[in-house]
């Protein structure tokens, strides 16, 4: 009888333990999407000086970053980004080197959107949804890729300037997250982000 509240203490210490575990691989989960979408919010409209005119003339700065709203997973929003080669060592979101054969007129891609984790029927129960990567393969076809799963939601929304005259080709970017582990965890992770190449 003396043992009886022992364990239940015990038995509690360990669920916290393996909740808290389980929120921080979220956090860490979260926190890599975030920065891989965001590494492409500051490349997004990135042209080399050297660049030829002809294919950045193609172009309209409204497509270097384009939002789907509510066009995946729960209602999510798709990401897309264009950038140029910089000449250094780009990688694109799932750490390929982006080279010219992996570009469309010369212009690197990558899409984030969340679906439906595949492999699962319809009915089952599953922990959120899959985060995509799209990028161009070496004949610049757009590939997907897994990043993570346990993803409910992506929301992204641009942020208005309260200064439009001060950097008017500035944007900003606020990107929400909502990891899940499918039951009873449910972590909300919030950053902005800011172009550098959009003038």
């Known amino acids: ?28 989960d979260g926190d890599r999407a975030l920065e891989l979408m965001g590494r492409a919010i500051r490349m997004a409209g990135y042209r080399s000086i050297n660049a030829s005119g002809a294919s950045s003339k193609q ?33 694109d979101c799932i750490g390929n080197t982006i080279t010219s054969d992996r570009t469309k007129h010369q212009m690197a891609y990558q899409g ?3 679906e439906r984790q595949a492999g699962f029927p319809k009915g089952i129960k599953v922990n959120g949804g899959s985060l995509i990567c799209q990028s161009l ?11 993570m799963n346990g993803v409910n939601i992506l929301s992204i929304e641009e942020i208005e300037r309260s200064h439009p005259a001060r950097g008017e080709g500035q944007k900003r ?12 965890l449910n972590v909300d992770l919030e950053r902005t982000f800011a172009t550098r190449n959009l003038l």
Do not use: C
């Open 112 to 114: 984030f959107l969340v």
């Open 137 to 147: 393969d070496r004949q610049g076809r757009i590939q997907n890729t897994t990043l």
């Open 173 to 184: 970017y606020r990107i929400r997250l909502q990891m899940t582990d499918g039951r009873s």
């Open 59 to 91: 172009w309209d700065a409204k497509q270097y970053i384009l939002i789907e709203k509510k066009s995946g997973y729960r209602g999510s929003d798709f990401l897309r980004t264009h950038h140029g080669l910089s000449g250094q060592t780009d990688l």
């Open 1 to 28: 009888m003396l043992l009886n509240p022992l364990l239940k203490t015990s038995a509690d210490l360990a669920a916290k333990q393996i909740q808290y575990e389980k929120t921080q691989a979220l956090i860490a």
